[in-house]
């Protein structure tokens, strides 16, 4: 029999309602039923495309006494962090108050207050490697709670008291200067990773929103150091395995130091910002590495992420079905050829390749070729004599056609695998990352069709997403809106997104959409005297403790998202108190950039655009199809100067405030650029831009 999760839309949710576990999901009901029958919370957090939350499902979950132990003395909640990031960061940070760490899938036990006292993450069904098993926390916990019940609930209150003490002091409500970034940087070098590119050791995450720093440090300051470590950063990436090398797409990190062997999920989130970094890296440097990546992230965005509705769906699993090797699909007899999956699921198997696999689908002489040019050996880069495909640096020029025919036939062959599964849900935020990029990599390699997938997913999010208040809905799904409001990071980078189309298409509608978004960041997210983000809105569902994270990780915190559209939206329209809003969010980056500025990336972004400016840029024309008017556009989004804004139009348009009191110049298409109050003399010529733009 399904449990209650089977009336939810989520997808990760879904692929637990059947269960045996009689699963709640995260409600008011879930916690008064726990009151009622005087017994703990289990609290379970996790995503659709977690591996380690298959495996504890698998061994766990699915098994009929563990379930039947949690039934009678548990009220067990199922929550999806992608869809309730406010209860897996209020979660998350007790979890790693008490522990040292974190991840998912997450354990939590919780009094009927909700209020945690014991934390854990993945639980193996056996002890193993000085961990309990499942079944002794199970017990342990139960124990606690009917024999030293006062012991527990004064550990819960403990805990929620000292999560509510731990207020964030970001120093003054001033932005970064010269000094901090430069800091920053200084720090950035050295943690870099010199001879694989990157920060840090294994595991090795793509620093996309670290990489957009750097670009814009140079570009602002011409230092060579943050152009070398953004650009060998990212080539070291695009030849690894991190890099799909036949479909396109990146995954969500790397297991070692050189970027051979990823954690095969893909998520919406990365491949946004690293598609927009690419196309960033390819306008500073004009590499044709940095534009195949640009476009190929792209095109693998729109090819396999893009839902009926025209939004973009959150992820593709990492674990698929394990093909049936090629023996036992040509065994005569019996039922014949069998084609297909072998019914295991295994992390990686859509991806990988052996020799054999190779030769089967390429024959011996190209199979020899492929597996010299993608770094396939007998041993193998992986599992089982498997490699992950990667480019690896060797001498030797390469048949370009010949490559391009055996990528062909292997991504067709490929596609006869079982595919990983997709979680369809249309998270906003990420959608908003996902359109700025699409509208810039389609207007900077002129592809129209691009832009029409950036505009196709923004005209979802506001039909569906959107009320008449312009308050966020966090997801979709089939379109059919999801039940939980927008947190701070969906308001934000659904307002970046529109700016950077608004910039792109001309329509000023989309600067006007900002900024109703924009509008509620300020009334209902923002703290008045100090100027601090929350992550939540004030009149958002009361959690044990409102959740506020500064810290760049997998995407930008809703605090450092806000800070960048605040600014953009600021610089479109001249507004003060957008900008002083800016200024003031930026205070926690001059804090935590010269100490930590891997996990506040996208806010070392923002104060660069803020210390340049950022510029405004008016291109004032007969229309976007006249040719004049079409170079000045496209002059204007090549420019590096950080955060610059960009509105186009008519000279007695509307559409921007910027175009205001522009006319032409000598009755020919004008740019007219400016920043802190001082402007250039306006000009016709695309060159005396561009250097206007890149000084």
Not at 89 to 96: F, L
Not at 519 to 526: E, K, N
Request: charged share 25%; hydrophobic share 40%.
């Amino acid at each position: 029999m399904p449990n209650r999760l089977a009336h939810e839309t989520s997808p990760y949710l879904l692929q637990h309602a059947d269960n045996p576990v009689d699963w709640w999901p995260w409600s008011a009901e879930a916690f008064a039923e726990a009151r009622e029958r005087n017994v703990p919370v289990l609290l379970s957090i996790g995503y659709s495309s977690c591996h380690w939350c298959h495996v504890m499902a698998h061994e766990s979950f699915e098994d009929q006494q563990t379930a039947e132990y949690l039934n009678a003395h548990y009220v067990s909640v199922k929550v999806d962090r992608e869809e309730r990031p406010d209860v897996d960061a209020v979660y998350m940070e007790a979890v790693q108050a008490a522990t040292g760490h974190g991840g998912w899938p997450m354990t939590v036990f919780l009094t009927p207050d909700a209020e945690p006292f014991y934390f854990g993450t993945y639980f193996p069904p056996v002890p193993r490697q000085g961990m309990p098993s499942f079944r002794q926390v199970l017990q342990g916990v139960h124990q606690a709670w009917e024999e030293r019940r006062e012991e527990v609930t004064e550990v819960a209150g403990k805990i929620v008291r000292d999560l509510a003490g731990r207020e964030i002091s970001y120093g003054d409500a001033r932005t970064p200067g010269e000094q901090e970034l430069a800091q920053a940087l200084l720090a950035l070098t050295r943690e870099y990773d010199p001879q694989r590119g990157g920060f840090g050791g294994a595991p090795k995450f793509p620093p996309s929103m670290v990489l957009e720093f750097l670009l814009r440090h140079h570009a602002r300051t011409g230092a060579e150091g943050a152009l070398q470590m953004a650009r060998d950063t990212c080539e070291r990436m695009a030849r690894g395995g991190i890099y799909d090398q036949l479909g396109g797409g990146f995954a969500r990190y790397s297991v070692d130091r050189d970027w051979i062997v990823p954690h095969f999920e893909k998520m919406l989130y990365d491949n946004a910002l690293l598609c927009r970094v690419y196309a960033h890296l390819w306008r500073a440097t004009g590499s044709e590495l940095a534009r195949r990546v640009a476009l190929e992230t792209a095109d693998f965005m729109v090819r396999e992420l893009r839902t009926n509705e025209g939004g973009f769906a959150s992820a593709l699993d990492a674990d698929s079905e394990e093909e049936v090797p090629r023996e036992a699909r040509l065994q005569k007899g019996g039922g014949g050829r069998r084609e297909g999956g072998t019914g295991k699921h295994v992390e990686g198997a859509y991806y990988v390749w052996t020799p054999e696999q190779l030769r089967e689908v390429l024959g011996e002489q190209d199979a020899e070729l492929a597996a010299q040019y993608f770094g396939v050996t007998e041993e193998g880069t992986f599992e089982h004599g498997q490699s992950v495909l990667q480019l690896p640096q060797q001498d030797g020029l390469f048949d370009a056609g010949k490559i391009a025919s055996i990528r062909e036939r292997l991504l067709a062959k490929r596609a006869e695998r079982p595919a990983p599964g997709r979680d369809d849900k249309v998270v906003a935020a990420w959608n908003g990352l996902a359109i700025a990029a699409l509208a810039e990599t389609g207007a900077y390699f002129d592809r129209p069709d691009l832009v029409e997938a950036a505009l196709a997913a923004a005209d979802l999010l506001v039909r569906l997403h959107l009320d008449e208040q312009a308050r966020l809905t966090r997801t979709s799904k089939d379109g059919h809106a999801g039940a939980n409001a927008g947190v701070l990071e969906d308001y934000a980078d659904v307002a970046e997104g529109f700016l950077a189309l608004a910039s792109v298409t001309g329509e000023g509608v989309w600067l006007e959409f900002a900024g109703f978004l924009l509008d509620h960041v300020l009334a209902r997210f923002t703290d008045e005297e100090s100027g601090a983000l929350f992550d939540t809105a004030a009149d958002a569902e009361r959690l044990i403790r409102r959740p506020q994270d500064p810290t760049d990780n997998a995407a930008p915190s809703g605090w450092t998202a806000a800070a960048s559209a605040l600014l953009g939206y600021a610089a479109h329209t001249g507004s003060g108190p957008h900008r002083t809003a800016a200024e003031r969010a930026l205070g926690v980056v001059k804090a935590l950039g010269p100490r930590v500025p891997r996990f506040i990336g996208w806010g070392l972004a923002a104060a660069e655009a803020a210390l340049d400016g950022p510029r405004e840029v008016a291109i004032v024309g007969p229309s976007l199809d006249h040719e004049g008017t079409r170079t000045l556009h496209r002059t204007a989004l090549l420019g590096t100067a950080p955060g610059a804004v960009v509105a186009v139009g008519a000279p007695e348009s509307e559409e921007f405030p910027l175009l205001a009191d522009r006319p032409l110049v000598g009755g020919e298409p004008a740019a007219y650029v400016c920043r802190n109050f001082t402007c250039d003399a306006p000009t016709t010529e695309a060159e005396r831009l561009r250097a206007a733009l890149s000084d």
